[in-house]
């Protein structure tokens, strides 16, 4: 139902590598957010973006770098991957702010950084 | 489609009293319901998770409860202090995990 798209789902890389995990919707959402959750853990809102060129941290203090360049991308990077930095990675977009509505997810992707 | 209120929109209490904020839900397909403060111009910290299965989740001074039968999750806080204040938001996680809902929120304002 949602179009939101991630990639790759799935990702096993060494330490010291860097990555970049993609996050694309074709809902033209202005809205769009990143967040780190660990199995059966809370979602934690790590990045966010309310427009082209524009982008906050979140709660959680993370590592990795975001970039806002085109509406529909929301990519998020880390320059040096660590063993610290394996868990599943959320995207999200909305048409509205962070307090209210609803968030469209994509389907994560799973890190393990050996 | 899922539709989340809560209730109060805002609050003000003095320093010390134990409170409730209110959320419900219509939708009960959920996976999780989330508890998150907002402070001014911040983003979103996470304060209580609780699993479908799950009655009810105790972080510090704050009880969450959950009754998805009825769509209804409370939040307590005991012993409130001004640092306290702030907006706090609930959000439910649909079973298919795609949908994250988010209430409107409840403004809190603890007065010293």
């Known amino acids: 139902e949602a179009d939101i798209y991630q990639t790759p789902r799935y990702l096993v890389i060494g330490t010291g590598k860097k990555i970049t995990l993609e996050c694309s919707q074709t809902?033209?959402?202005?809205?769009m957010y990143w967040y780190q959750q660990d199995p059966g853990m809370e979602l934690h809102l790590i990045h966010y973006?309310?427009?082209?060129?524009?982008?906050e941290k979140g709660d959680l203090s993370s590592e990795s770098t975001v970039s806002r360049i085109r509406t529909e991308h929301f990519p998020l990077t880390l320059e040096s991957a660590r063993p610290s930095h394996t868990s599943q990675y959320l995207c999200?977009?909305?048409?509205?702010?962070?307090?209210?509505?609803?968030?469209?997810f994509g389907p994560g992707t799973r890190l393990l950084v050996l | 489609k899922q539709e989340v209120t809560q209730i109060p929109a805002a609050l003000s209490v003095p320093e010390g009293e134990n409170l409730v904020l209110n959320c419900s839900f219509t939708d009960s397909a959920i996976y999780n319901l989330q508890w998150f403060r907002q402070d001014p111009g911040k983003g979103l910290t996470s304060l209580l998770l609780i699993q479908s299965s799950q009655r009810e989740q105790t972080s510090g001074r704050l009880n969450a409860s959950l009754d998805k039968s009825s769509g209804r999750s409370t939040l307590y806080i005991a012993a409130s202090q001004p640092g306290d204040s702030a907006t706090y938001l609930c959000?439910?996680?649909?079973?298919?995990?795609?949908?994250?809902?988010f209430g409107e929120g409840t403004q809190l304002t603890v007065n010293p």
């Open positions: 999200a977009s909305s048409d509205r702010t962070v307090l209210q509505g609803t968030q469209y």
């Open positions: 959000a439910v996680l649909e079973t298919s995990g795609s949908r994250l809902t």
């Open positions: 973006s309310y427009g082209v060129n524009s982008t």
């Open positions: 809902m033209g959402h202005d809205k």
